[in-house]
């Protein structure tokens, strides 16, 4: 059943008004998906987006259409819009790909590793460990940090098109991906991810593209156990 709100999940910025509108919008509503802020079945008020950013109906309906047409939205037979529901075989399908495409860009990063991005993932590595053994509101903080991580990571393999790849899978799957973060589970209080980007950091430092790329696998297959386990354990679809 698709729960409906018009509840916006984080406070959005007032966009600017310069030509850049258009994607400072995309960008927004992006990162409600792609941090889980906006939750399967979740239906979007275009008109409470709009009003949250400061900006006329247009660049939202615009905004939304596109992300529509990536299949990180959907618009439903009474015409609203709302973040799909993914079922189990889906997110199967979308995390044997992760494995692939992101454990790809992890190996071509490797090649490209400066002391400056070492740096920046270790200090939001132990930002995410911090957030993470706070819990409660900062874990809303933990899901923004563990995105920025990553996605740190994949920028580093300069490919432009693998990133967009990653993005359309993040978009999809951001929804469901951060289930355990929002809901403070064992694997957060254990920090299990701080543990595995640790491995994958110390990869990278060393050059070691397959130990990176084994470490970001661990991290990914250990996400999707848990999920797996606790938010499908009662459907098969």
Request: hydrophobic share 45%.
């Amino acid at each position: 059943m698709k729960k409906e709100t018009n509840t916006m999940p984080i406070p959005l910025k007032p966009a600017p008004r310069p030509e850049t509108l258009g994607a400072n919008v995309l960008g927004q509503i992006k990162e409600l998906l792609l941090t889980g802020q906006s939750q399967p079945g979740e239906s979007l008020s275009l008109r409470s987006l709009a009003e949250a950013m400061g900006v006329s109906m247009m660049p939202v309906r615009e905004a939304v259409y596109q992300l529509v047409a990536d299949q990180a939205l959907e618009v439903t037979p009474n015409r609203s819009v709302c973040v799909p529901v993914m079922t189990a075989k889906q997110f199967e399908e979308i995390t044997k790909i992760r494995l692939h495409v992101e454990g790809y860009a992890v190996e071509q990063a490797a090649q490209h590793v400066t002391p400056a991005l070492l740096c920046d993932l270790r200090e939001l590595n132990d930002a995410l460990s911090m957030r993470m053994g706070e819990g409660g509101d900062s874990l809303a903080q933990a899901i923004l940090l563990n995105k920025s991580l990553h996605f740190q990571v994949y920028e580093a393999a300069g490919m432009p098109m693998l990133l967009k790849i990653i993005e359309i899978l993040w978009l999809r799957i951001g929804p469901v991906l951060n289930y355990d973060l929002r809901v403070g589970s064992e694997r957060t209080r254990d920090r299990i991810a701080v543990n595995h980007h640790a491995h994958m950091i110390d990869a990278l430092e060393a050059g070691d593209a397959v130990g990176a790329r084994d470490a970001l696998w661990q991290d990914i297959q250990s996400a999707y156990r848990h999920i797996m386990a606790k938010q499908y354990a009662r459907t098969d679809v």
